[in-house]
């Protein structure tokens, strides 16, 4: 039987905490930083607790990450 593999594209774009939660990564924060605001910035600040009913639709895709 052939073994299940992490989609690879998830690896980098949810993280997996000790307790099993999914951590998700927001949007519009990677690049043309510059012209957006300190407040627009700071809202941005942080990873959320991904919903619990799209942590279901994760499970299989993020097989063999740890949790």
Excluded: C, E, W
């Excluded at 949007?27 to 809202?43: F, I, M």
């Amino acid at each position: 039987m052939p073994k299940m593999k992490t989609h690879s594209s998830l690896k980098g774009r949810f993280k997996i905490t000790g307790t099993g939660k999914v951590l998700r990564y927001k949007a519009h924060k990677n690049h043309l930083l510059s012209h957006k605001s300190k407040r627009a910035k700071r809202v941005l600040n942080g990873n959320p607790v991904m919903a619990a009913g799209d942590v279901k639709r994760l499970k299989q895709g993020l097989a063999n990450l740890k949790g």
